[in-house]
């Protein structure tokens, strides 16, 4: 069963806007990531932050973590339309798996 | 480096057919990990591989699904008398082998059961 779930399944912005992806999580975690996948294919990771972690800044990716709330946001600020695709969040607990989320979709319209 | 490689990239069968996925991991990297993902959903874990043992195989869906890994590097996933509902891209991704390290995905292998 999936342990993440992200909101919305589906976002659509101009090219220029920012887009949030929020993730939501049940159990205790080690760290959590984003992933990213173009066009159904292989994943793309973008970035991981750790339980005693709250934000991280990669470029112009920026996720948070509220480990209370069991949640994380991926914030893409300035999109392009290249930045269309799924991105999935994954947390990694006590072992080896990462248990990943059903994905939103983006669109980025030129 | 070279990343992760699959093959082959498409694979379509016949119902009843057996089918074998090839994973090349990345050179050096001891974990191994295969996942199914169905259309328009998120990955589903079927096995991780420490070197060339499994240590859990609890995500493969049935007994027609199997895993080999040799020499700490190629991964075989062979599903036996295919179904339909096995219809799915098969990705497979390595890491170093630390608990918790980046997994790097292959390109997977999207297989169609007619």
């Known amino acids: 069963s999936q342990q993440g779930e992200e909101d919305p399944q589906a976002l659509s912005i101009q090219e220029g806007e920012n887009a949030t992806m929020n993730c939501s999580y049940k159990?205790?975690?080690?760290?959590l990531q984003w992933y990213r996948q173009n066009s159904g294919r292989g994943l793309v990771h973008l970035i991981l932050?750790?339980?005693?972690?709250r934000e991280k800044h990669s470029g112009r990716l920026r996720v948070t973590l509220d480990t209370s709330k069991k949640s994380s946001s991926l914030l893409i600020t300035a999109s392009r339309a290249a930045d269309t695709a799924s991105y999935f969040c994954a947390t990694a607990g006590s072992s080896y798996k990462l248990i990943f989320g059903s994905g939103t979709r983006l669109l980025v319209r030129p | 480096g070279a990343g992760v490689s699959q093959s082959p990239s498409n694979k379509v069968t016949e119902k009843g057919k057996d089918v074998e996925l090839r994973c090349d991991p990345i050179?050096?990297?001891?974990?191994l990990y295969w996942y199914r993902q169905r259309l328009g959903q998120g990955l589903e874990f079927l096995i991780y591989?420490?070197?060339?043992?499994?240590?859990?195989k609890s995500g493969l869906p049935s007994d027609r699904f199997s895993a080999e890994r040799t020499g700490e590097s190629v991964s075989t996933l062979t599903i036996q008398r295919t179904q339909q509902e096995d219809s799915a891209v098969y990705l497979c991704?390595?890491?170093?082998?630390?608990?918790?390290?980046?997994?790097?995905f292959g390109p997977g292998t999207r297989l169609l059961v007619l």
């Open positions: 591989f420490q070197g060339n043992s499994a240590p859990d």
């Open positions: 159990t205790s975690i080690n760290n």
């Open positions: 991704a390595s890491s170093s082998g630390g608990l918790q390290e980046t997994q790097y």
């Open positions: 050179s050096g990297h001891t974990a």
């Open positions: 932050i750790r339980s005693n972690e």
